[in-house]
Structures are given as C-alpha cells and as structure tokens.
C-alpha cells in the first residue's frame, strides 16, 4: 500500500464532496488537530482532553506508515474541502497475536449520521485484505456507546467475546469495556 493513494471520491448522504486516501508524513499537523478535538469533546475513544503534542503525532504516524508499506496495517483519511473529518485503522499486532488486527474508527462530531462511519469501515476492511497475515480483527467499545455497538454488529457482524465490568471510567462514570471480533 501505498502513503496517499486515494481509494474513494465521491458524496456523503448530504451531499458534501469527500476524498478517502492513505496518509502521508505532511499529513501530521491535520492528524494532531483532529485527535485533540476529539480528545476535547471527550466521546467514546481512550483521550479524554489529553493533548498530543506534535513531535507524538510524528513518532505515531512514521510508525503507522512504517507498517501500511510493509502491509501490517491499513488507515484512511477522509477529506472534506481538504478538512480532515474521519479517520479509521486496522493495526497488527505482533509476536503471538501476529493475525490479530485491532480496528479503531473516528468520525467528526459535525460529519456523523450522513453514512461516513459506516463506507469508511467498509472501505478499510476491504483495504485491509491486502495485509496477508491478518485473521482476526478485534476492538474494544464503551458499553454506554449504542450507536458504534449497533453498527458493529448488525451492519458488520462482529461478535462479543468479553466484557470487562467497569474497565472504562467516562465522564466520571465506571461502564463496562466490550471486546468484538470479527474472522476475516
Ligand atoms: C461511531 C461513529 C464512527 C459512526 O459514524 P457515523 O458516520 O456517525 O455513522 P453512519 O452515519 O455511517 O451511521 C452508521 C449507523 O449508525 C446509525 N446512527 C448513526 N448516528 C446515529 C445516532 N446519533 N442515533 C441513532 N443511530 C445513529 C446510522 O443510522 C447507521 O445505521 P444503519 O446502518 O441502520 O443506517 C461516529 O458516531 C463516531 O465517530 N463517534 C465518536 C467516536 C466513536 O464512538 N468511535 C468508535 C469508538 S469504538
């Protein structure tokens, strides 16, 4: 795979343009904006207003480009008007989970509901059949989380396979943590 091709052109279901490709090294500071306004609105994701610095985000994506061009991982940007709106990866992990990929999807706050979450998850699960050792594709969900939980696993038929009891504190509250999987 390769650092900025393009895999999507088209509309979301309002109508707005959209652009999904890979990421390449000069996308860093859009990719850093992005997290720590998500990390701001403190939704279902692990930062929770932590800040990412800059020279993070470039250890983190030269890792991550590291890995899609030797097929270890696979993520797409979406764009809207050159706006980074959605970001969603599958990452390998190593030594005896070498087959194990975890997936991670984010969308802007004002870009949700209009079909974003769900062509980005399709297209990343079919990108990710270029990473050939991949078998599984696993995550975890904030149990007070009903909407990634639902599109999961009626749209995309992953299975629960634990639970750990109060394993997220969110807002001030203890939920649980879901593990899904999925065979690929
Ligand atoms: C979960 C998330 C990725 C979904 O992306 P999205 O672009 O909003 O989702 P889509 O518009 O593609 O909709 C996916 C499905 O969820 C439903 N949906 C989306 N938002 C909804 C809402 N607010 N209420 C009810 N249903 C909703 C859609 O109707 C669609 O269902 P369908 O297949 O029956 O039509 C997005 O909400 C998000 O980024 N949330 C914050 C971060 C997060 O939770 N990440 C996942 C961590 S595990």
Redesign the pocket.
């Given at each position: 795979m390769k650092p900025g091709t393009i895999v999507f052109k088209g509309q979301t279901?309002k109508g707005r343009e959209i652009v999904v490709r890979y990421p390449l090294g000069s996308d860093v500071s859009a990719l850093r904006n992005y997290i720590n306004i998500?990390s701001r609105?403190k939704?279902?994701?692990r930062f929770q207003g932590e800040q990412v610095s800059l020279a993070d985000e470039k250890k983190y994506l030269a890792s991550y480009l590291k890995k899609i061009k030797k097929n270890e991982a696979v993520k797409l940007m979406v764009f809207h008007q050159n706006r980074l709106v959605?970001v969603?990866d599958i990452n390998l992990e190593d030594k005896i989970s070498g087959h194990v990929g975890v997936f991670?999807?984010?969308?802007?706050?004002d870009?949700?509901?209009?079909?974003?979450?769900?062509?980005?998850?399709k297209l990343v699960l079919k990108e990710a059949k270029q990473i050939k050792k991949l078998k599984i594709i696993t995550?975890?969900?904030?149990a007070n989380?009903?909407?990634?939980l639902?599109?999961?696993q009626?749209?995309f038929g992953l299975k629960e396979y634990g639970r750990l009891p109060q394993g997220i504190k969110h807002r001030g509250k203890f939920i649980d943590h879901i593990f899904l999987y999925k065979r690929v």
């Open positions: 279901k998500l609105e939704t279902f994701i959605a969603a991670g999807i984010t969308v802007a706050k870009f949700r509901r209009e079909g974003v979450g769900k062509l980005l998850m995550l975890g969900v904030f989380n009903s909407i990634a639902r599109m999961y009626k749209r």
